[in-house]
């Protein structure tokens, strides 16, 4: 890959073109859970390199407002939330979820100053997290429900963590189904299973192929690919299925196991750093939100600082435990979503694609490089974003994993266009 086109891909501040496209799409800011409390603390946000503040409002309105009072330049932060709007600490001046000056202490009544206003962004409430749109407040797109949030009653669990690198690595990981054999072996191991079975512990699978043959399909939203195994029952007639679906351009669907559907967004918060979530979500059956965080070793406390940075990370190379390595454990490293964190911040802040070596393997890797560029060289040239015309409803898009005959289309697996009751 170019390194013009690696910088094209990877970054997002300011005029930056892939940071344009994000622009066209609604960002979750935060989870919902973060602001619950009406007149709470304030929850610092970034995202695209712009500081952000969240707060809920006496009346139970979610506000998303610039971090830095238009006054001096506090951070609002460590403001007052009371009475229907965020005080900064500084001079008394007051907002509204809306921005508008609510009372100015420092200034006299007749102040011109009070047409000042901070900088608000529409923000909603859905599937768990808290949305903001941040690109032209006269053009907002309508908000689509996700896909984890087909009907009101979805169960809806969610992990998060920072992530010390670009999101355009951590997507590619997301999207990479080969390294699952592999880097998540002990967590996925091979069993006489029908499918992808949850226990407390692990994700047992009917496979041992750890070189499967990928298919991918472009799609108006982004695309879907398969990676096709041997599975280990009638080899001969059967196949074993895990397709994955890249919803343009932060979100995937991963394929699922047979308690809950699973999903990732790789936000960016600026051009090196990003928000990982993962969302575990099922209409009937799921798994709890406690016990999710417990799963994935991301538990706020022993796992993760509260401002979700991880106490397991480079800087103590993630606790690698080389005596459970060589007890049977592959990469001694606790957590799914941690083994997948060291590989991705080993890379560096932006990976250099340019040494890149890929193979078989790496085709979806191929199209979301090749797709995601050509989409940020498309918006910076005045055409919507990926995905923006997309004639498919989010919810109604799908992963699947499962053993089929050999003569199935994968890609009849991929989408599900009943039962999706979500509200838009």
């Not at 796992?303 to 007890?327: G, I, S």
């Not at 560096?348 to 070596?357: C, K, M």
Request: net charge negative; proline share 6%; aromatic share 8%.
């Amino acid at each position: 890959m170019r390194p013009a086109d690696n910088e094209l891909l990877c970054r997002v501040e300011g005029e930056a073109a892939m940071g344009q496209v994000m622009r066209q799409h609604w960002l979750p800011a935060c989870m919902v859970e973060e602001v619950a409390e009406a007149d709470g603390t304030p929850v610092r946000a970034r995202l695209l390199g712009v500081d952000l503040v969240v707060f809920r409002d006496t009346k139970g309105r979610v506000g998303v407002l610039d971090e830095r009072c238009p006054h001096r330049g506090a951070s609002l932060a460590f403001g007052r939330n009371e009475d229907c709007g965020l005080r900064c600490l500084y001079h008394g001046w007051k907002f509204g979820v809306d921005g508008e000056i609510q009372e100015m202490a420092s200034e006299p009544a007749d102040s011109r100053m009070r047409n000042l206003k901070a900088r608000a962004y529409p923000a909603l409430e859905a599937g768990g997290f808290v949305w903001v749109w941040m690109g032209d407040a006269q053009t907002v797109r309508p908000f689509q429900a996700p896909a984890w949030a087909p009907t009101a009653t979805t169960k809806i669990s969610i992990v998060k963590i920072h992530a010390a690198c670009n999101w355009a690595q951590v997507l590619e990981g997301s999207i990479d189904s080969a390294h699952s054999s592999s880097l998540h072996s002990t967590n996925m191991p091979t069993a006489e299973v029908e499918g992808s079975t949850a226990t407390e512990t692990a994700w047992l699978r009917p496979s041992n192929d750890k070189a499967p043959k990928l298919e991918v399909e472009a799609t108006d939203y982004g695309f879907h690919y398969a990676a096709i195994r041997r599975p280990i029952r009638d080899p001969e007639t059967h196949v074993y299925i895990r397709s994955t679906v890249f919803i343009a351009p932060f979100t995937v669907l991963i394929p699922p196991n047979d308690q809950y559907n699973l999903a990732q967004m790789l936000v960016p918060i600026d051009d090196v750093n990003c928000m990982f979530y993962w969302i575990a979500w099922h209409p009937t059956k799921g798994i709890g939100q406690d016990a999710w965080r417990r799963f994935c070793a991301a538990e706020v406390g022993p796992d993760l600082n509260p401002d979700f940075t991880k106490r397991r990370n480079l800087t103590n190379n993630f606790r690698q435990d080389r005596v459970a390595m060589k007890a049977g454990d592959f990469t001694g490293i606790q957590g799914i979503p941690m083994q997948d964190m060291a590989m991705w911040e080993s890379m560096g802040p932006i990976a250099d694609r340019s040494e890149d070596h890929l193979g078989s393997s790496d085709v979806a890797i191929i199209q979301f490089r090749r797709q995601m560029v050509a989409a940020a060289k498309a918006c910076a040239a005045g055409e919507p974003a990926i995905g923006t015309q997309s004639a498919s409803r989010t919810v109604d898009l799908a992963s699947f994993e499962g053993v089929v005959p050999r003569t199935a289309d994968w890609r009849t697996y991929t989408t599900r266009n009943a039962g999706s009751e979500a509200a838009e």
